[in-house]
């Protein structure tokens, strides 16, 4: 596509429940980055994917939070057990490899009441 | 981890006048882009400029690596400009990391 592109684009979800978030990045991009954003802070790194693997994940906060990219496209965070604190803009980033220009989608703004 | 200080946090100018928003880094980066996040929350990239100066229009950026700071012009404001300019970088080893962000208001 032409840029990336997210879904959805809000999420009302209630406490304890899974929430699943989609991105699917530009076509030829080899790497795919999630960023978590709350409410006047700057983006914060969550993972990282080149091609299907996760290369990096070590902003992912706790176990309740989860990520898969099978075929080296789409991505899908997945998030269990939902606690408002989640509640913030998931942003996905991707580039055409590590370490080069990131561009980024609109994000989805997750709201866990 | 690299320390970065965005400057300044917060800004306030009438349209028409010129600014510039700096990064300071505390070690070596190896890429760094610069993004504006528009009031909708879309970041936009402006600049991916590891090192040298890049001119877009109204605006232009430069990054001397030696000295770890990168600069963000921003000529003849408008009101269009505001939101928040944030410099993001990574080190080869992790992924892009953001700064804390410069909020621009451009009022009319």
């Known amino acids: 596509g032409a840029g990336v592109s997210q879904t959805p684009s809000n999420k009302v979800t209630e406490k304890g429940k899974y929430v699943e978030l989609r991105c699917d990045p530009i076509s030829g991009h080899t790497a795919l980055y999630w960023y978590r954003q709350s409410l006047g802070q700057g983006p914060e790194f969550l993972i990282y994917f080149q091609g299907t693997g996760a290369a990096d994940d070590s902003g992912l906060p706790n176990d309740r939070f989860f990520a898969v990219r099978p075929e080296g496209s789409v991505s899908t965070l997945k998030i269990q057990r939902t606690e408002r604190g989640d509640s913030a803009v998931y942003l996905c980033?991707?580039?055409?490899?590590?370490?080069?220009?990131?561009?980024f989608g609109q994000g989805t703004r997750l709201t866990v009441v | 981890g690299i320390q970065v200080e965005q400057s300044p946090p917060d800004l306030i100018l009438q349209e028409g006048a010129n600014s510039t928003l700096r990064c300071n880094f505390s070690d070596s980066v190896n890429n760094l882009q610069w993004f504006h996040q528009n009031p909708w929350g879309q970041l936009i990239n402006l600049f991916y400029?590891?090192?040298g100066t890049k001119q877009n229009g109204r605006l232009s950026a430069t990054t001397v690596a030696t000295e770890r700071y990168s600069l963000l012009y921003i000529s003849s404001s408008q009101t269009t400009d505001s939101g928040v300019y944030f410099c993001?970088?990574?080190?080869?080893?992790?992924?892009?990391?953001f700064g804390s962000g410069t909020r621009l208001q451009v009022q009319p």
């Open positions: 980033a991707s580039s055409t490899n590590k370490n080069t220009e990131a561009f």
């Open positions: 400029i590891p090192s």
């Open positions: 993001a970088w990574d080190t080869g080893r992790r992924a892009l990391t």
